[in-house]
């Protein structure tokens, strides 16, 4: 029986990517007439590289697909001695996908980076990641799961036709809806090329300029292996901007393009599984010890976190008091002015089905509960941002008090309003500024350091990018400056 795979290659072979082998992609590379082959891989800066391989011969087929190719990784990686900087890329069957935009019929894989001893290259975000998740699962016995809310404007000239009203753009409709179709189409691509995507919506980001407007949105998915996770977004972002550029549009997922209006977040879900069930809540419904321990870890380290998630200066002006966007260490249910957040996960499920549909037959709906941390931007170097997640979650599993210290940082209500003002001033402040997350990180370096998971190497390269911004006063110095804003602004909008 043939399965529903939005895969072309998946849906060719009937087979799950997971299964992929090379001898898979030799049948469909020449069944398909595919005529080149593009590895992809994800570089210091966190961004995603290709080198293309034009297919003349099924033995070089083979060959390439066998054995991957050698790179220059001192152009790849900072701390590299370009006089022996020779690493392989090696391609991961599994991430194998169709190429969306090439006009020459194409196959890409993404890679990993080994070194001139066949040894995983322990500086690459991606191994710094499958560590993490490694020593995370030895350490708990559990598996650490994400998933990326996927926020970004499209900048495009102004439309005359059914304007959006600013800051009232959340779940509107085409045609108030702006660039729903590139949205859609974004949508399509991304589960073709591996995404396990959840939705797709317009968000709350509505601004009309003289000549141009800026329409947010969110591409939202659902929760699988960290490194899934994190290929899955890296990807995601790759053909997002692909599409914007067939547009003739900008897709910035820049943290912030405008003073006063609503900026863009990276907002990471986590959740827990074992055995292949999600285990955040017990047997009452209630918040399992598991989830208090990955909660308590996310608030012991949630300042460093952001050197990996808040990478530019621009992050900085997201994470400002009366947003969404979190500016105190602190934890709630459902509270969106919380660093740290418990949404709903389906506990009422099978009730509220019934009574919207009356007679129909009972059906049973896991938990999908996650805990989701919303302080990351698009800026982040995802694969590095969610290894320090799982560093973190190690952390809060070796708290004794983890219950105790985690009760420490909860709040009830929104932490804006005015009869929270005493408790929140106890509370911890996030980094202010580039330099401020610089220093956060090089204090606590030795949990991130631990079990070797980032290298020493990886995280002076990472403070001193930070440190080098100068920007501890930057936002007092551009205060109603608006011509240096806008010069700010397009210095990172392509983050």
């Not at 405008?258 to 419904?285: V, Y």
């Amino acid at each position: 029986m043939n399965k529903i795979y939005a895969n072309r290659i998946a849906a060719y072979l009937n087979k799950e990517p997971a299964d992929f082998t090379r001898e898979d992609l030799v049948k469909y590379i020449k069944e398909n007439g595919i005529k080149m082959l593009n590895f992809r891989y994800v570089a210091g800066d966190g961004r995603l590289k290709t080198l293309n391989f034009i297919i003349h011969s099924e033995e070089y087929l083979n060959r390439i697909l066998s054995a991957g190719e050698r790179v220059d990784g001192s152009s790849l990686f900072k701390g590299v001695d370009a006089g022996s900087s020779d690493l392989y890329v090696v391609p991961r069957y599994r991430t194998a996908f169709v190429n969306p935009f090439s006009e020459i019929p194409a196959v890409d894989i993404i890679c990993a980076f080994y070194t001139a001893e066949g040894k995983p290259f322990a500086s690459a975000p991606s191994e710094i990641l499958r560590r993490a998740e490694k020593e995370f699962t030895r350490k708990t016995g559990l598996e650490f799961y994400a998933m990326g809310e996927l926020e970004y404007y499209v900048m495009a000239p102004k439309d005359p036709l059914y304007p959006s009203v600013t800051q009232k753009g959340y779940h509107e409709a085409y045609p108030f809806a702006k660039w729903e179709n590139l949205r859609t189409e974004a949508m399509e691509l991304i589960a073709a090329a591996g995404g396990k995507i959840k939705y797709g919506h317009s968000e709350v980001g509505f601004i009309r300029g003289e000549n141009q407007e800026m329409t947010q949105q969110e591409i939202e998915f659902l929760p699988v292996p960290a490194s899934d996770a994190a290929d899955q977004l890296a990807v995601s972002k790759w053909i997002l901007s692909g599409i914007g550029r067939k547009y003739g549009v900008t897709v910035s997922f820049a943290p912030k393009i405008s003073i006063g209006h609503a900026g863009s977040g990276l907002h990471i879900h986590t959740c827990l599984m074992k055995d292949g069930r999600n285990i955040m809540l017990d047997e009452k419904n209630e918040l399992s010890e598991e989830s208090k321990k990955l909660i308590a870890g996310f608030m012991e380290l949630a300042a460093p976190i952001t050197a990996f998630g808040n990478t530019v200066p621009t992050s900085y002006f997201r994470l400002v008091p009366h947003q969404e966007a979190p500016v105190n260490v602190c934890w709630a249910f459902r509270n969106r002015s919380a660093l740290v957040r418990i949404p709903l996960g389906w506990t009422n499920a099978a009730g509220m089905i019934k009574d919207a549909n009356p007679g129909s037959a009972p059906v049973k709906v896991e938990t999908n509960q996650t805990v989701e941390i919303r302080s990351a931007d698009g800026s982040a170097n995802i694969h590095m941002l969610i290894a320090s997640l799982c560093v973190a979650a190690m952390h809060g599993f070796s708290r004794p008090d983890y219950a105790e210290y985690a009760e420490k940082f909860f709040v009830d209500r929104n932490i804006h309003d005015e009869s929270f003002a005493e408790k929140l001033e106890q509370l911890p402040h996030l980094p202010f500024s580039c330099v401020d997350s610089g220093r956060m990180l090089e204090e606590t370096r030795a949990a991130f350091e631990e079990n070797d998971i980032f290298p020493p190497a990886v995280l002076d390269s990472q403070i001193k990018k930070l440190l080098a911004y100068h920007d501890e006063t930057l936002r007092e110095r551009l205060t109603g400056k608006v011509e240096e804003i806008k010069r700010l602004v397009e210095e990172y909008l392509y983050c």
